[in-house]
Structures are given as C-alpha cells and as structure tokens.
Nanobody
Framework: QLQLVQSGGGWVQPGGSLNLSCTAS????????MDWYRQAPGKQRELVAA???????SYGDSVKGRFTISRDSAKTTVYLEMNNLKVEDTAIYYC?????????????WGQGTQVTVSS
C-alpha cells in the first residue's frame, strides 16, 4: 500500500509560476514511477510529467519547456515546477504512483490539487 499526499497549487495569473509536491509513504520500494496528471472540466485526465525509478523523465507535449518534474534523493517526494502558466493549464492536478508487487501492478493517486490560471 502507498499513500500520496499533495501540496501546493492555487491561483496565478497567466505567465506566472506555481509548484506542486507529492510525498509518498508506505511501500516505497514497490514504486517504479511517479507521475503528474491533470484533469480539466469536461476533459479526460492527461499525463503531464513522469519520472521512473531510474530517473527517466517524460512530459506531455503541451507542457514541454514550461514544466519540470524532479524528486528528492530518497525518491519519496516528487515535485512539479510550473512556469509560464497558461489559462489552459487550469485543472485539478493529481499525483500518481505506479507500483509492482510480484507480478501485480498497482495504481495510487493523491487527493488532487486545484491549479487555476486566470487574469
């Protein structure tokens, strides 16, 4: 079992910056990826950024060059630095952890954090 607790987010004007963090607890050794997703009203949840246990990073096309995912040395906290935010970045952002126990894969989600970009 994993528990994910998110913090950060809020409101910012277009062009501004916000940071999110997500801390995992529980069966940390079973995690093989920590990701950020977002879901805007009326839209499907989409991948924003991901970092695998070995450190391979990927981004969704819409955030490349503006968002940066990173993590602490213990690999229990993942961060999302969001710069040059746009109105279309407005969404609820979710932390996700993928874990494997034996041959079974598990998906864990944080509580979600609202990010609002508006003038």
């Amino acid at each position: 079992q994993l528990q994910l607790v998110q913090s950060g987010g809020g409101w910012v004007q277009p062009g501004g910056s916000l940071n999110l963090s997500c801390t995992a607890s529980g069966s940390i050794s079973s995690m093989y990826s920590m990701d950020w997703y977002r879901q805007a009203p009326g839209k499907q949840r989409e991948l924003v950024a991901a970092i695998t246990r070995p450190g391979v990073i990927s981004y969704g096309d819409s955030v490349k060059g503006r968002f940066t995912i990173s993590r602490d040395s213990a690999k229990t906290t993942v961060y999302l630095e969001m710069n040059n935010l746009k109105v279309e970045d407005t969404a609820i952002y979710y932390c996700n952890a993928d874990a494997r126990v034996g041959v079974e894969d598990y998906d864990y989600w944080g509580q979600g954090t609202q990010v609002t970009v508006s003038s």
